[in-house]
């Protein structure tokens, strides 16, 4: 019979198993480094450990979905949320589960009426208060059915930043700059930042801090971004080297945003993950994106992304060129929600399972 239950550090083992079997071994190995940083240090955890929602037949974990802790506040307080994030479903295993769990025809079975995941969503240690993005087609459809709601606005927004990168790989480092000097014109608008943006190398400080219980309060809700946190998540990582942008006031910061580069098979690509400013002031939003666009165009980046988590995040990243990623189908992919309240939610790329 299919047990679904909560998981333990104990099925580390088996879920990295699975992961090198249903995508590659180096998915698993990647998953295997970040262990410790993602279970034991986050500072968002209640405890250190693994946190998520297994399927186990004859002592095998056939599909598994983990639990990440969200750092909700919601009109300054904090609520118990989570992120739904790397579903995995060896279907091989999961076939035969499935037929050998209807012949028996076990009273005791857990309902799997509505597949598997669904099942992990409804399992009481995925928490009272959820979150999802970047899901698959099927799975969206799935967290839909049982009740996920889409957060208007919400969704990966991308724009094109330079070709050179491209065009120096195929013309050569010189010519492909000169080239690609005359094809980015081309690109369309690259605003400059109106205020002055800076540079910030170091770890996140107090000032981090201050800004912070500024913005949990004006919010009306909004996911944890402290110094401790900020430093966990973008300082301390062990694979990605973040790159950061501050807007100064006197002594105190007006804001600031955090992106990234990496190769996504031959491609140069850009993320911004995390941008954060006083609630209204989009003065200050705008500086800070515009900022971290003409870096990524300095760097030679050919595209890139972030997520808006409702319409005036949206607009702001359209006012800075982006569009809207579509689905094959050209539909948006929004921001899942459930058993949290309607209300404006903020929340970034580098939140969940992002960045």
């Not at 739904?84 to 279907?91: E, I, Y």
């Not at 899901?135 to 050179?164: E, H, L, N, Q």
């Not at 400059?192 to 912070?212: I, K, Q, S």
């Not at 809700?221 to 807007?247: F, G, K, Q």
């Amino acid at each position: 019979m299919i047990e679904i239950r909560p998981a333990t550090d104990s099925d580390k083992n088996q879920i990295l198993e699975r992961m090198a079997e249903v995508y590659n071994p180096a998915e698993a190995e990647r998953a295997k480094r970040r262990w410790d940083w993602q279970w034991r240090d986050d500072p968002r955890l209640e405890k250190p450990g693994y946190q998520g929602v297994v399927a186990e037949w004859r002592g095998r974990i056939i599909a598994n979905m983990s639990c990440l802790p969200a750092g909700l506040y919601i009109n300054g307080q904090p609520v118990k949320a989570q992120w739904g994030v790397d579903a995995l479903v060896h279907w091989g295993m999961t076939r035969q589960a499935i037929r050998e769990q209807r012949r028996s025809g076990s009273a005791k079975a857990p309902d799997l009426s509505e597949g598997i995941a669904a099942a992990f969503l409804n399992h009481p240690a995925f928490g009272p208060g959820q979150f999802g993005k970047n899901f698959s087609d099927s799975m969206r459809t799935i967290a839909v059915r049982i009740g996920c709601k889409p957060k208007p606005g919400s969704g990966v927004w991308m724009r094109r930043v330079s070709y050179r990168h491209r065009l120096q790989r195929t013309l050569g480092r010189p010519l492909g700059a000169l080239v690609a000097a005359g094809a980015d014109l081309a690109i369309g608008r690259m605003p400059r930042p109106t205020l002055p943006v800076a540079v910030f190398d170091g770890d996140f400080d107090a000032r981090f801090d201050r800004l912070w219980e500024r913005a949990r309060t004006e919010y009306p809700a909004i996911t944890r971004r402290d110094a401790a946190l900020l430093n966990w998540r973008y300082r301390r990582h062990p694979d990605i080297s973040y790159r950061v942008l501050i807007l100064e006031r006197g002594v105190e910061l007006r804001g600031y945003v955090i992106f990234s580069t990496f190769f996504h098979r031959d491609r140069f690509r850009g993320k911004i993950v995390d941008l954060l400013t006083a609630l209204d002031d989009s003065e200050a939003a705008d500086a800070l994106l515009a900022g971290a666009l003409r870096q990524l165009r300095t760097l030679g980046v050919e595209r890139a992304e972030s997520f808006a988590s409702g319409p005036e995040e949206a607009a702001a990243f359209a006012r800075h060129g982006f569009e809207p990623r579509l689905n094959k189908d050209g539909k948006e992919l929004p921001m899942l929600t459930r058993f949290l309240p309607d209300i404006r939610i903020y929340a970034t790329e580098g939140d969940g399972d992002g960045g």
